[in-house]
């Protein structure tokens, strides 16, 4: 599959391309990771400026229409140049879901600031033993008046310390694991009662533990909803992490490749041997199948096709064992430089994993996959 983008597609591309090639070089992401804060807000505010903020919304909350395959687009292109920046986070997740599931009024609150870049966005939804599970939820929430009030833990957020709100599940009925029951609600991320003890993931990006103690929320939606919300927002996910794992891959098989050219060993290029070519061949083809099928979930989601989320389980699984592939044999092939620090290929080693775990692992989605064939 090969998407023929519009013009303006591939203005937006070449727009990103010559943003990220100008100020987002591997140094300059290395000290943003390093810095106290963990990210560059100028360079968040660079991408609200260029309008990647605004790309994937419909022109009705302020965006520019450009639906799943803008997210595609810049996903592709931030993972080609490994960007920490909360994109998937504030834009993708939250931004996604009160998009398609907020009232008009937190429409027309929230999405603006989104849209400008002065806001930053966190999804907490798992917890402790959840294991992938959307509807495995203790954190609760009852009605206090017309407020709601939150308690419970949540674990591994990404992007929460760096949040202005989160969007949080929350169980108001039904016992720990059933699909009934779980709500959404924003919440203040500086909130009296809210405590954060932030962490570095193995990626560089920043991710917290939050505890909330009668924490007051905001209802998202509409009660009893939060499930079906979450599994919709899971889709888009997935499909944008799927474009930049593919985005990253490029870049591995690029970077071995080049090595390979003039890396000797044994008074020759380590590209003559005949084995590494071949191994070299299969990471070509590993990636041209991962590009085929991140195109294809992309374009159904931009569809709004029935049956897609069997369609992303396919493609996080697909893609996920594509992904190791790709970054272990790049590790591999670049001897012990592909485990030090200072050289890019770790870093996407690093990155391509983390991406296999979030919302679930490539084992997961084969397991996912087969069920929902079997009740098609």
Known sequence: ???????????????????????????????????????????????????????????????????????????????RHLVVEPFVETVVLAGGLIEHFGSAEQKQGFIPDIVAGSKVWALAWTEKGSRFD??????????????????????????????????????????????????????????????????????????????????????????????????????????????????????????????SKTRKQFGTTIGSFQVLQHRMVDMFIAHQEALSLMQHLTLSLDAGEAGVSRLASGAKSKIGYAGKFIADQAVQLHGGMGMTDELNVGHYFKRISSINIQFGDPAFHVLRYAQLDAAA
């Open 134 to 259: 959307l509807a495995n939820v203790t954190t609760t929430a009852r009605r206090q008046g017309k407020d709601y009030v939150l308690t419970g833990q949540k674990t591994a957020v990404i992007g929460a310390p760096w949040a202005d709100f989160l969007i949080v599940s929350a169980r108001m009925s039904g016992q720990q694991r059933d699909r009934g029951g779980v709500s959404l609600f924003v919440v203040d991320r500086r909130a009296a009662n809210l405590d954060l003890q932030s962490f570095k993931t193995i990626d560089g990006r920043r991710a917290a533990e939050i505890s909330l103690r009668g924490v007051a929320g905001q209802l998202l939606g509409e009660e009893g909803e939060g499930v079906a919300a979450l599994e919709a927002c899971r889709d888009r996910a997935i499909g944008a992490l799927c474009a930049e794992a593919v985005g990253a891959m490029a870049e591995l098989n690029a970077a071995t490749l080049e090595y």
């Open 1 to 79: 599959m090969d998407i023929q983008f519009t013009e303006e597609q591939e203005l937006l591309r070449s727009s990103v391309q010559r943003l990220l090639g100008d100020q987002y070089g591997f140094d300059a992401r290395r000290k943003a990771v390093a810095s106290e804060e963990g990210y560059s807000r100028s360079q968040w505010q660079s991408f609200a400026e260029l309008g990647l903020l605004a790309a994937p919304f419909s022109e009705d909350v302020g965006g520019l229409g450009g639906g799943p395959l803008s997210t595609m687009i810049v996903m592709q292109e931030f993972g």
